[in-house]
């Protein structure tokens, strides 16, 4: 990011929940360049009262549930009027706080946390690492668990290393142990936050899936590899996935995306009839660039580089496949896309579409200076940095999500947890 580029542009208008010092009740907000402006007072004076469906204290709430779950019509004209309003300075100066001044706080009250596997090339390395087949089912479903909505973490919040049980190579009996995860991992990824509820027992069609997704955010789905080895079989991950999901606080809403949206990967075999896509081939999924690095003793590493468009399922087939069993939907759930890894090579050669640090295990030519500096898996005190942008085709404009960081803490004394 240069000196002069925000994410937060005119066009973007993403939303928030945030306090400060002097006013520490959470209320709505919207970021703009440097600022994040006040929808709460923009609201008690009277601001949005003309706009259809608008009704009530919506951006005075300490959430954004009741905004989300308004009509789609709604959120467009709130938008338009926002674009008008923050285009005149004297309104935008009486309402803004600088963005250094802010405390975010978790968006959105989730229910429900579901974690996706879509990414082939991820699934691939993964498979190769262990010696393992990709299951048949893969190819047919989005692959997906139910995570632990206590994971949540808003961005700048540290994430204690987690203990847990592993296997112990140095135990001549082959016994596990319970210690700190000694292979501390990230995994970057989307989140895609949901707008309003879907009745259980109904399922939902695919054309109107986009219509229930608020908007997208950056996710680090942070993972202890030697803990989720020894716990995969049979039930798949929990702990080695639960000691923290960070997000990025600014929602990218669904209207700020559609300038970019674009096609997707080719599947084979073609999906089954209710997850196949039946807009515009252009319209099938999101063109959003994804960075992360990792900053190890004040030196930074650029670890990822890679795109949303290379999953191999798609957001809006990940959201159909959460309620083709009739589960239903809450406002203000949250589901990851799962681990965005791609092909993708730069100009040293280098693997850098490699979204994990686990995947690095293999014997390729990726990050050749990180890891002639030590980096394999987390160290305590390794601040994950992640972030994404995307262009408007329909405008040229460049915008993004802001920044998803989390320093990594060590893990609890043995005496501390034990009470000693």
């Not at 789609?72 to 005149?88: G, I, Q, W």
Request: hydrophobic share 35%.
């Amino acid at each position: 990011m240069t000196v002069t580029e925000t994410p937060f542009t005119i066009d973007n208008l993403p939303y928030g929940v945030v306090s400060t010092a002097d006013n520490p009740t959470p209320r709505c907000a919207t970021a703009l360049e440097d600022d994040a402006i006040d929808l709460s007072a923009l609201e008690r004076v009277g601001y949005f009262k003309s706009i259809p469906g608008f009704k009530g204290r919506v951006f005075s709430s300490p959430t954004l549930n009741t905004f989300a779950s308004l009509p789609k019509e709604t959120h467009v004209y709130t938008r338009a009027a926002l674009t008008d309003l923050l285009s005149d300075d004297e309104i935008r100066k009486t309402y803004a706080i600088p963005l250094s001044r802010v405390q975010n706080h978790l968006p959105m009250e989730t229910k429900n946390f579901s974690d996706f596997y879509c990414s082939y090339e991820h699934t691939r390395n993964y498979s190769e690492l262990y010696s393992l087949t990709i299951p048949r089912s893969w190819w047919c479903i989005p692959s997906v668990y139910n995570g632990r909505q206590s994971s949540l973490r808003i961005s700048g919040t540290p994430i204690r290393r987690p203990w847990g049980v592993v296997a112990d190579s140095q135990n001549p009996e082959g016994l596990p142990v319970f210690k700190p995860s000694a292979r501390f991992d990230f995994e970057l990824e989307m989140g895609v936050y949901l707008s309003r509820p879907y009745p259980p027992g109904e399922i939902l069609d695919i054309a109107d899936a986009k219509d229930y997704i608020f908007g997208l955010v950056i996710l680090n789905d942070w993972s202890a590899r030697d803990i989720q080895t020894f716990e995969m079989t049979p039930l798949g991950p929990f702990h080695g996935k639960g000691s923290g999901t960070s997000i990025s606080p600014w929602i990218v809403t669904m209207e700020a995306l559609e300038g970019s949206r674009c096609e997707a990967k080719p599947q084979s075999p073609a999906p089954l009839r209710h997850l196949a896509w039946k807009g515009e081939a252009g319209e099938a999924t999101f063109d959003i660039e994804l960075k992360a690095r990792v900053i190890r003793n004040k030196k930074s590493y650029t670890v990822t580089e890679t795109n949303l468009k290379e999953l191999y399922w798609t957001p809006i087939q990940q959201l159909t496949h959460l309620c083709s069993a009739g589960e239903g939907l809450s406002a203000g759930d949250i589901f990851g896309t799962g681990t965005v890894t791609s092909d993708r090579i730069n100009e040293q050669g280098e693997e850098i579409g490699v979204a994990c640090l686990i995947e690095r295990g293999l014997e390729r030519n990726v990050l050749s200076e990180a890891r002639k500096d030590g980096l394999v898996f987390l160290d305590d005190g390794d601040e994950v940095v992640m972030e994404g942008w995307c262009v408007n085709r329909l405008t040229g404009g460049r915008f993004g999500f802001g920044e998803c960081r989390g320093v990594v803490i060590p893990a609890l004394m043995e005496g501390e947890w034990e009470g000693e």
